[in-house]
Nanobody, 122 residues
Framework: QVQLVESGGGLVQAGGSLRLSCAASGRTFSTYTMGWFRQAPGKERDFVAAIRWSGYNTYYADSVKGRFTISRDNAQNTVYLQMNSLKPEDTAVYYC???????????????WGQGTQVTVSS
């Protein structure tokens, strides 16, 4: 069982930056693939980024490539999402997710955080 708690969301102007954090419980964090997803009102939950257990392999949605960076600190049981050059269309609730298998779809993750709101004003 893994419990996830996101933090770091907020209101930022377009072009600004935010760093999201996701703290995980459990001694097996380092064996999990970690993902970030986002969901805007009335839309589906979309893949943003994922990182394999080792931290050496990262994957991004085309819409965030070059602007967002996912990283993890297995010693601190934490995964991060650094978001730069934010746009109004990045506005959404951002969710952290974990699973032993790798996936870029929401259905591929068993464990989810409660979400953190990110709002980008124009």
């Amino acid at each position: 069982q893994v419990q996830l708690v996101e933090s770091g969301g907020g209101l930022v102007q377009a072009g600004g930056s935010l760093r999201l954090s996701c703290a995980a419980s459990g001694r097996t964090f380092s064996t999990y693939t970690m993902g970030w997803f986002r969901q805007a009102p009335g839309k589906e939950r979309d893949f943003v980024a994922a990182i394999r257990w080792s931290g050496y392999n990262t994957y991004y949605a085309d819409s965030v490539k070059g602007r967002f960076t996912i990283s993890r600190d297995n010693a601190q049981n934490t995964v991060y999402l650094q978001m730069n050059s934010l746009k109004p269309e990045d506005t959404a609730v951002y969710y952290c997710a974990a699973d032993r298998r790798f996936s870029t779809t929401a259905g591929g993750y068993d464990y989810w955080g409660q979400g953190t709101q990110v709002t980008v004003s124009s």
